[in-house]
């Protein structure tokens, strides 16, 4: 009678999973690091979702294959988003209207999500999560307004805030 054989996990000190990521986990490490994880979050977290695998000869061969690929589709990313870079510091910047008073301070104020919006008017796909502020524009005027595209590729974009033409 034949037994099947079970795959065992190996453990490392203390009684934790060894296990190799197949995706950068924040916090914990880059792809194809082996790291060693409490038996619970390798088992319910990092294994079902794919974050992880078990380092067999197998799976070790899978991963070097993956990885060339991830690598192809980052480099394509890093050049699209270099692109972007440039397309957006030879433009000359983005206006966004808001309500002011008379003296130029505006009643409410603009922020990552006004100036992404009026990016993408002008048809540079900006997320808000991309711009980065100290703090909300709180008057008219001309703003320098840094964007962090990512893979550590920033740029700078021109933000003038005019005042809301009034309706009659």
Known sequence: ???????????????????????DVQFLGKQGDVVEVR?????????PRGLATVPNAHNLRLLDRFKIRVRQARDARVADLKALAEQIQKMAGVTVEAAANE???????VGPAEVAKA????????????????????????????????????????????????KK
Request: proline share 2%; hydrophobic share 40%.
């Open 1 to 23: 009678m034949a037994t099947k054989q079970r795959h065992q996990v190996p453990h490392g000190k203390h009684g934790n999973l060894k296990l190799v990521l197949t995706e």
């Open 39 to 47: 038996p619970g979050y390798g088992r319910n977290y990092l294994l």
């Open 103 to 109: 003296e130029g301070h505006l009643y409410g104020s």
């Open 119 to 166: 990016l993408r008017g002008k048809n540079i796909l900006v997320d808000a999560e991309m711009v980065r502020m100290d703090s909300h524009i709180k008057e008219l005027g001309l703003f320098a307004v840094k964007l962090i595209l990512g893979y550590e590729i920033e740029t700078e974009v021109k933000v003038v805030v005019l005042k809301t033409a009034e």
